[in-house]
T-cell receptor
Framework: DIQMTQSPSSLSASVGDRVTISCRAS??????LNWYQHQPGKAPKLLIY???SLHSGVPSRFSGSGSGTDFTLTISSLQPEDFATYYC?????????FGQGTKVEIK | QVQLQESGPGLVKPSETLSLTCTVS????????WSWIRQPPGKGLEWVGY???????IYNPSLKSRATISLDTSNNQFSLKLSSVTAADTAVYYC??????????????WGKGTTVAVFS
């Protein structure tokens, strides 16, 4: 099974900051990597699929990059509504797997 | 616009079977893949499995063959049954539409989730 590891597990940032979250796969997954945003009490939301494709309606301040085993989610200018937990997820093979999450908190 | 809604008992006794249903509105269930995902308290997301056209399903081996996911096309629903539950199965359970294409799978529409507690 493919294991996904995110770093950091949490971070504190201010509105307007540039935020970067890393995700590493235990083996190559090409570009089969998705990112989700999850706020407490709400359904997770798809942000980016296939490493860098922005899901419909997602603000352009979100972007993704990477290939193989190393991937990055970048928020170019953090907004108040972006404080949440972010998960990467590999879709290269089953069982589909999520990273452990990165909680973005207000500094 | 496709919407998903989970339903089922909020409390299940240990060793019994957890049964949840996801009702799909605004689109046909006969195409796409349909996933169940869960989040135990204080933990991250775990993929349970998915079902797709023809009723074929693939499961997370971590569930040790306790899970069954099925399609009910007449009611535009899909369901999850998880047998022999323990406290470790206590979680918020989400259903999601899982688009599969050249870029792999991605879950683009999610239900709001339903909390299931395993408690005697």
């Amino acid at each position: 099974d493919i294991q996904m590891t995110q770093s950091p597990s949490s971070l504190s940032a201010s509105v307007g900051d540039r935020v970067t979250i890393s995700c590493r796969a235990s083996q190559s997954i090409a570009t089969y990597l998705n990112w989700y945003q999850h706020q407490p009490g709400k359904a997770p939301k798809l942000l980016i699929y296939a490493t860098s494709s922005l899901h419909s309606g997602v603000p352009s301040r979100f972007s993704g990059s990477g290939s193989g085993t190393d991937f990055t989610l970048t928020i170019s200018s953090l907004q108040p509504e972006d404080f949440a937990t972010y998960y990467c997820q590999q879709s290269y093979s089953t069982p589909l797997a999520f990273g452990q999450g990165t909680k973005v908190e207000i500094k | 616009q496709v919407q998903l809604q989970e339903s089922g008992p909020g409390l299940v006794k240990p060793s019994e079977t957890l049964s949840l249903t996801c009702t799909v509105s605004g689109g046909s269930i006969s195409i796409y893949y349909w996933s169940w995902i869960r989040q135990p308290p204080g933990k991250g997301l775990e993929w349970v499995g998915y079902v797709f056209y023809g009723g074929n399903a693939i499961y997370n081996p971590s569930l040790k063959s306790r899970a069954t996911i099925s399609l009910d096309t007449s009611n535009n629903q899909f369901s999850l049954k998880l047998s022999s539950v323990t406290a470790a199965d206590t979680a918020v359970y989400y259903c999601a539409r899982d688009l599969k294409g050249w870029s792999g799978n991605h879950m683009d529409v999610w239900g709001k989730g339903t909390t299931v507690a395993v408690f005697s």
